[in-house]
């Protein structure tokens, strides 16, 4: 495929990830993500709390609760409990991943991360550059 092809998806795919992340209830950052894999949407997720607890994800204080799921730790466990695998895979996300879904994201076998904004601590970044993941970042992503 083309670069310019490539971007155009890039960011088709980003702008999806975009509108998944308003889904969350977490009212600090809104995030999504998808797994793409063959040029297929294999997985989605977007940051919230765990499967039968409340969709509360700040505490009275105004702090994320501890439990509550990355948009791509939800989109990753979602490929764990279905018949495909992130093997090979590109993941959209709409923040960069931090240090702990960076490691999920490896671990999953997933081999580039495309992103709209970058994360405060970019310690996730460093850690997926390192284990040869390619890192995209595209912030305009307007047609």
């Not at 940051?47 to 994320?64: A, K, L, V």
């Not at 990753?76 to 991943?97: D, E, F, N």
């Amino acid at each position: 495929m083309s670069k310019k092809k490539q971007l155009k998806y890039d960011k088709a795919y980003l702008r999806i990830a975009e509108e998944w992340g308003k889904l969350s209830y977490c009212k600090r950052k809104q995030v999504g993500a998808l797994i793409v894999k063959d040029k297929m949407i294999i997985s989605d997720g977007y940051n919230g709390t765990p499967s039968g607890f409340e969709n509360f994800c700040e505490d009275e204080n105004g702090y994320t609760k501890w439990y509550v799921l990355h948009a791509e730790a939800n989109a990753i466990l979602k490929v764990a409990g279905s018949t495909q695998s992130c093997q090979g895979a590109t993941l959209y996300i709409t923040l960069s991943p931090c240090k702990e879904c960076s490691k999920l994201i490896h671990q999953a076998g997933i081999i580039k991360v495309v992103y709209a904004k970058a994360y405060r601590d970019d310690s996730g970044l460093q850690f997926l550059k390192k284990a040869g993941i390619e890192l995209v970042l595209i912030e305009d992503i307007s047609i």
